[in-house]
């Protein structure tokens, strides 16, 4: 199959060509004083000292043609700090974009980004940028493509801007101590600039990479004449405060836990250590790991856990350090989360939301030889649920999470000339677990899991050979590994299954995972790609990392057509064909399907993307929750999404989601929104969303008792219809960009309404014997349960009908009141309510959620940041 893939893609290829003259790489140089510019937004006198960088050209809309209005980029610096001077023309600066908006959000406004490579590795950069309205950007671009960046990247640094006659000028200053770059006498950086302005969609750029090519910082030009300039060894410290009260909306008064109103204070602080050229230690003592902005509301009918993004600064900073190109060997919310062993069984308890962090450490090092090392050290408290008993009046404490380290470890080398890298993770987490723990059962004692991952560029960065080989190993009591092997990634208990066996008797389980890509990246017309993937059954990373899906084999091959010129109605456009198939350890089909995808600009910058594919029946090894393999029916299904100029004021999108399955089953989805800038301090976005789905084969249970066709159980599903609506509300008001008022709301509303409940006739087949058929009878009773009668046995299927109303909002004032210090104001409201209810949801019930009664939660806090040379 690989070969017939290899063949496949070597058949789209372009004719060979000869390589075309490369340019002669541009430079510019940087200039020292010993009296630093003024940051005013001015370009004083000091400017003319140094030469500027200029001769940008168009990468759009008129790829490679001379911009627009003319810029000019100059460079200063002393022992301190790197500055920035640039001076944008304008044709017409009354109608320079400049809306003000908070850090990092400078979409619709005119703006000047410079990208540094400190290293000159040719893979990594910073980007510092200001737009004409003086909010500024900043980001890491962890791999060699300008789209993939680390928003999480904060430096201390400063900026000033200034709108006039002539168009805007813009000061950077910013400060060596943000930034890591090798000890040598004399300095060569990477360097590129870019300008949009967003009026003519127009992207100006120093070193223009053309679209048809792979790469970003291995194509940049280069900054000289940083002499004298060494790394600086600091300490920066940015000690907080924090207080909260939370105001219960409809407490349980018989609940000594349910108190109507809470408050709470505490004081922690992270510690930065700058050790030489390369190398950061973060400390954080007492860290105030809340999130200001909830995760999405959900109704789980799944046997997967769901997987929510990282949003606490200590885990997102670096963390393209510790993660590598293959299994997500480490997912940091792992670190802190709920207690994960079983709770309390008393009639009221208090169950911790999270666990405790004693403390945690990072160290993260960039060597000027191009290799990288990222660590992570926590340690997290033991939990416990404390119960009352209000019969005998009595409480009680149950464990809920025992002492647990955790620790993460990744070096990366960067080889040859195109950036290409090798590396190796390792994870492992370690539970103070004692022979007899109550816990022990339901947590793994020791888990280690890492390995190697390589990404090979050649052909100028346009092509690339990549992979991953590592492994796992989990350790427990019996009762433990029993649980993991009976888990939602594996299900060692099926029946049919003859590559795996429930072992009861296991202390541990190991398995590996591996992966080989062959792709084209780059090309002015052909792309594509092949790649096959495997993970064990007995692979299992879920202790510091995340993992749904082991014993599996997968593989697929992608081809593509771009057209980055303008031709016709068409600004751009690509077309793609995809096929994918995969099989468990078994070999049985779990899935393939075909898939083909178009992407449309049209002159006028509105945009479609059109998607279509076909899923064949496959043999599931998951519906029937480690029963037997049960037949997933076929589908085609359809897409069409539509929106128009990403830069303007007024930002459309809509989107249409098919899905057709055989047996009567479909699923739709409608969503879009609108984003829109009324004024130049305001940003208002209404993002709706409506999902109807009808499934046949939603899991219920499984019971004993069944035929022998099932191996004795009875695997039971029903058919639920499920509605969901609900909407992402934003505004934001910037006074200034250092302040800012922000309202985030999401009401939701979902129901479900199950019916023709049946079981599994035969395995490896859609067939159900349904209830009420085949010599079975189904009995509705008053509260909605349903009582079945099947060969001589009766039992009662409990009322899963629901209809569940939430609504999660914030209002946040956010002022960064001097560098790097903020002070946050927060006002929460989480409200939920739930019915048991035959009605489908609709716009009616998202109202009512505002309703709902809830909680509300004030919040204050206040960080300081200090750096000590």
Do not use: C
């Amino acid at each position: 199959m690989i070969g017939i893939a290899l063949l496949a893609l070597a058949a789209v290829q372009q004719p060979a060509q000869q390589p075309a003259a490369q340019p002669e790489p541009r430079s510019v140089t940087a200039v020292r004083v010993e009296v630093p510019p003024v940051m005013d937004g001015r370009l004083d006198s000091a400017w003319s000292r140094a030469p500027a960088a200029a001769g940008f050209t168009q990468r759009r809309p008129s790829e490679g043609a001379p911009a627009v209005d003319s810029t000019e980029v100059r460079f200063l610096y002393d022992n301190e700090a790197l500055y920035i001077g640039a001076r944008m023309y304008s044709r017409d600066p009354a109608h320079i974009e400049a809306a003000v908006a908070r850090r990092d959000n400078t979409t619709g406004a005119e703006q000047l980004r410079v990208s540094l490579d400190p290293y000159l590795d040719r893979r990594t950069a910073y980007t510092f940028g200001v737009t004409a309205a003086g909010t500024r950007l900043d980001w890491l671009h962890p791999d060699d493509d300008e789209d993939t960046i680390d928003a999480s990247f904060d430096p201390v640094w400063s900026a000033a801007v200034r709108v006039d006659s002539l168009g805007w000028t813009a000061e950077l200053r910013i400060p060596f101590s943000q930034l890591r770059f090798s000890g040598r006498e004399i300095q060569r950086w990477g360097l590129n600039i870019r300008r949009t302005v967003p009026a003519r969609k127009e992207q100006d750029y120093w070193v223009r990479i053309p679209r048809s090519e792979a790469g970003w910082a291995s194509k940049f030009g280069t900054l000289t004449g940083l002499d004298g300039v060494h790394p600086a060894r600091h300490i920066e410290l940015l000690p907080y405060v924090a207080s909260d009260a939370t105001v219960r909306g409809s407490p349980d008064l018989a609940n000594p836990f349910d108190q109507r109103t809470q408050v709470g204070a505490r004081a922690g602080g992270d510690m930065k250590i700058g050790i030489g050229s390369s190398t950061t230690i973060a400390v954080t003592a007492n860290p105030d790991f809340g999130q200001v902005e909830a995760d999405p509301a959900e109704v789980n009918l799944s046997a997967f856990e769901t997987f929510f993004a990282e949003r606490r600064p200590f885990f997102t900073e670096n963390r393209q350090l510790l993660e590598g190109n293959g299994p997500a060997y480490f997912y940091s919310r792992r670190i802190g989360g709920a207690p994960r062993g079983e709770l309390a069984d008393g009639t009221y308890n208090d169950v911790p939301t999270t666990s405790s962090i004693l403390g945690a450490a990072r160290v993260t090092s960039r060597f000027s030889s191009g290799a990288t090392l990222g660590a992570l050290a926590a340690l997290t408290d033991d939990e416990h649920v404390r119960t009352f008993d209000p019969v005998s009046g009595t409480f009680g404490s149950r464990p809920a999470a025992p002492l647990t380290a955790y620790g993460v470890v990744r070096a990366q080398q960067q080889v040859g000339a195109s950036g290409s890298t090798i590396g190796v993770s390792a994870t492992g987490v370690r539970r103070w677990l004692d022979d007899g723990d109550p816990l022990s059962p339901y947590l793994n004692r020791n888990a280690v899991a890492g390995g190697a991952d390589w990404l090979l560029r050649f052909g100028h960065g346009n092509y690339e050979l990549s992979g991953h080989l590592g492994g796992s190993r989990v350790e427990g009591d019996t009762a433990d590994i029993a649980r993991v092997q009976r888990s939602s990634a594996r299900y060692y208990q099926r029946p049919d299954a003859d590559y795996v066996e429930l072992d009861p008797s296991r202390t541990s389980l190991s398995g590996y995972a591996a992966a080989l890509t062959l792709a084209k990246r780059g090309g002015k017309h052909w792309l594509g790609q092949v790649w096959g993937d495997l993970r064990s059954p007995g692979f299992e990373i879920n202790d510091a990392g995340r993992l749904s899906q082991a014993d599996q084999i997968y593989g697929g091959i992608l081809g593509a057509y771009q057209e980055t010129e303008p031709k016709g109605i068409f600004r751009e456009y690509s077309l793609q064909a995809e096929a994918d198939a995969a099989i468990n350890y078994g070999g049985a089909r779990t899935f393939s399907f075909y898939r083909t995808d178009a992407a449309i600009t049209f002159r006028n910058y509105w945009w479609t993307n059109l998607t279509a594919w076909v899923d064949h029946r496959g043999e599931s090894d998951k519906l029937t929750r480690g029963g037997p393999l049960m037949q997933t029916p076929r589908d085609v299904t359809g897409i069409v999404e539509v929106g128009n100029n990403l830069l303007g004021k007024v930002r459309l999108r809509g989107r249409v989601y098919y899905g057709d399955y055989e047996g009567g089953a479909y699923i739709y989805r409608i969503s879009g929104g609108v984003i829109v800038r009324p004024g130049p301090r305001w940003e208002l976005s209404f993002l709706p969303n409506y999902l109807r789905v009808r499934d046949n084969q939603q899991y219920v249970t499984t019971r004993p008792g069944g035929p022998a066709a099932t191996y004795g159980n009875r695997y039971i599903f029903a058919t639920i219809e499920q509605s969901t609506i609900l909407a992402e509300i934003r505004a934001s008001y910037a006074f200034t960009p250092n302040l800012t008022l922000e309202l985030y709301a999401e009401p939701f509303a979902s129901s479900g309404r199950w019916s023709g409940f049946g079981e599994l006739a035969a395995p490896g087949t859609q067939q159900m014997r349904r209830y009420g058929t085949d010599g079975t009878t189904i009995t509705a009773g008053a509260d909605g349960s349903q009582t079945v009668t099947a060969d001589g046995e009766s039992f009662t299927l409990s009322n899963r009908d629901f209809l569940v109303r939430s609504l999660r909002s914030n209002v946040v004032l956010r002022w960064e009141w001097r560098p790097g210090s903020t002070l946050f104001l927060v006002w929460q409201q989480d409200r939920f309510g739930q019915d048991v209810s035959r009605a489908l949801a609709g716009p009616r019930d998202v109202l009512d959620a505002f309703g709902t009664t809830g909680d509300n939660i004030l919040l204050v806090k206040a960080s300081y940041w200090l750096s000590v040379k």
